[in-house]
């Protein structure tokens, strides 16, 4: 199994609050991605990075900001948590844009 | 807009039937993922084509870049199939922006 670590798996905020999310992987890849899971829409992406501090935004970047200082480590911000951003996070990453992609377990967000 | 299509949504089946899920896309693409979640669980890749076919075990997947169409076949199949299934595709250009998903296809195969 690929090298991926998702932290935390589980975690409960207020609205309004700060979260960071993070995405660790052992395998050297160049490109990390951030995807929600909603139901009725399948996976959509945040943002996504292509090398240490290289990112740029995907189809849903609204309300979340991304870093990416070391290779292998790639955060997940939403700088103050609404309830349209409980959702279930998975990162992922490849080595060149059209290689195999490997997926984190995933982080389940509720806002409250 | 770049979309990709699965059917069915929900397939039930019985044990040892053989299985056929299915996903379209609208414009061209530089390869295709079949995706695999079980319930609660995290999501693993199960092939990436470009085109023709492959297979691994039970599974076989192909491609027809012509018609923009890709099944996933399961043969023999388990109870412990039951999962879901997410077709995604990457587009030229390099796809460095990740991958486009369908919305998946929720198997169930009883015993």
């Known amino acids: 199994d690929a090298g991926i670590t998702q932290s935390p798996r589980h975690k409960v905020t207020e609205t309004g609050t700060p979260v960071t999310l993070r995405c660790h992987q052992t395998e050297n890849h160049r490109y990390m991605y951030w995807y929600r899971q909603d139901p009725g829409h399948g996976l959509r992406l945040i943002h996504y990075s292509y090398g240490v501090k290289d990112t740029d935004k995907g189809e849903v970047s609204d309300g979340y900001s991304v870093s990416r200082s070391k290779t292998e480590d790639f955060l997940l911000t939403l700088e103050s948590a609404t309830s349209s951003q409980t959702s279930v996070y998975f990162c992922a990453i490849s080595g060149t844009p059209n290689t195999e992609a490997f997926f984190g377990q995933g982080t389940r967000l509720t806002v409250v | ?111």
């Open chain 2, 1 to 111: 807009k770049n979309e990709v299509e699965q059917s069915p949504q929900n397939l039930t089946a019985q044990e040892g039937e053989f299985i056929t899920i299915n996903c379209s896309y609208s414009v061209g693409i530089s390869a295709l993922h079949w995706l695999q979640q079980h319930p609660g669980g995290g999501i693993v890749s199960l092939f990436m084509l470009s085109s023709g076919k492959k297979k691994h075990g039970r599974l076989i997947a192909t491609i027809n870049i012509q018609e923009k169409h890709s099944s996933l076949h399961i043969t023999a199949s388990h109870p412990r199939d039951s999962a879901v299934y997410i077709c995604a595709v990457s587009f030229p250009g390099g796809g460095a922006d990740g991958l486009t998903f369908g919305k998946g296809t929720h198997l169930i195969i009883q015993p």
